[in-house]
């Protein structure tokens, strides 16, 4: 079953995100996909596509798709190993880790930058990109 990371292709805090998830998924379970991509245009319920603030992580796992902060943990519980201790997370009420989610969000760019085009993969991990 396909594991997909959408993610906002310029934000610096995106894409050091991706490398992080890369690096701590040792199986290569995810594939990766920018939101600005035709592919995540084409693929994602338009409810959860903001086309003019993409703001969200998306993540699509056993056959359903996942944003915000349940989208995180999603991810969490797939790399496993340390990072499943951030299950906890689901004990707190969706609008109070969404708060925060969005607090981050919000922030990203001015916090950690961002660049002026969506992340190019390097040859190596070409195939863990869609689009």
Known sequence: MQKIVFFDGVCNLCNRSVNFLISKDNKGVLKFAALQSTYAQ?????????????????VYTDGKFY??????LKLCKILGGLCSVFLIGFLLPRFLRDGLYSFIANNRYRWFGKTKQCRVPTEALKERFLD
């Open 42 to 58: 084409k693929v994602i319920p338009k409810a959860l596509l903001n086309h003019e603030k993409l703001d969200s992580i998306i």
């Open 67 to 72: 944003d915000r902060s349940t989208a995180v």
